[in-house]
T-cell receptor
Framework: NAGVTQTPKFRVLKTGQSMTLLCAQD?????MYWYRQDPGMGLRLIHY???????AKGEVPDGYNVSRLKKQNFLLGLESAAPSQTSVYFC???????????FGQGTRLTVV | GQQVMQIPQYQHVQEGEDFTTYCNSS?????IQWYKQRPGGHPVFLIQ?????EVKKQKRLTFQFGEAKKNSSLHITATQTTDVGTYFC???????????FGTGTLLAVQP
């Protein structure tokens, strides 16, 4: 039982490049989230999904897109990376949003 | 939109001293959760409070949910070096599906 798995764990991008972060969970959770963590800012919600085929904006959605084509996967895309998107990204999932959230190990992204 | 603030942002204590972090939401919460993140790690769930005025204990940790369900606190008695990390509260507003995290409190414990 792997829980929540994020790939990749580390990545360096040049400004303007694109990439996709993958989050996979094997707990049959309906809800999935993408957060970014920056020093002194806590965990800020980028986008979230309440079920397969649905997505919604969080607190800081600009510059990111997401897709939830399969219940177990939640993809976060950066179409044109900017240095302001340098951060640690965490994926999380839970049942119906009001229960314990399980986090992935995080992806450390640097945009130069 | 819903905002969740925590104070203090950082706390440094001597081992054996007590520690408290406070969480305040701009909106009424359906529940409050607390997480701990060790340095270099990911957030790990500690507990969930649901009822107004609820108090729960886990060994040296005491969690409270305010009567108005807009604030919460975590108190650690007699801190140990293993308590080091960032403590986050997280809440879900009644009319939203978003799980919003607080700004976190980084706890440093000096032996």
């Amino acid at each position: 039982n792997a829980g929540v798995t994020q790939t990749p764990k580390f990545r360096v991008l040049k400004t303007g490049q694109s990439m996709t972060l993958l989050c996979a969970q094997d707990m049959n959770h309906e809800y999935m989230y993408w957060y970014r963590q920056d020093p002194g800012m806590g965990l800020r919600l980028i986008h979230y999904s309440v079920g397969e085929g649905t997505t919604a904006k969080g607190e800081v959605p600009d510059g990111y897109n997401v897709s939830r084509l399969k219940k177990q996967n939640f993809l976060l895309g950066l179409e044109s990376a900017a240095p302001s998107q340098t951060s640690v990204y965490f994926c999380a999932s839970n049942f119906q949003g009001a229960t314990e959230a399980f986090f992935g190990q995080g992806t450390r992204l640097t945009v130069v | 939109g819903q905002q969740v603030m925590q104070i203090p942002q950082y706390q440094h204590v001597q081992e054996g001293e007590d520690f408290t972090t406070y969480c305040n939401s701009s909106t009424t919460l359906s529940n409050i959760q607390w997480y701990k993140q060790r340095p270099g790690g990911h957030p790990v769930f500690l507990i969930q409070l649901v009822k107004s005025g609820e108090v729960k204990k886990q060994k040296r940790l005491t969690f409270q949910f305010g009567e108005a369900k807009k604030n919460s606190s975590l108190h650690i008695t007699a801190t140990q070096t293993t308590d080091v990390g960032t403590y986050f509260c997280a809440g879900k507003g009644g009319a939203t599906n978003k799980l919003i995290f607080g700004t976190g409190t980084l706890l440093a414990v000096q032996p």
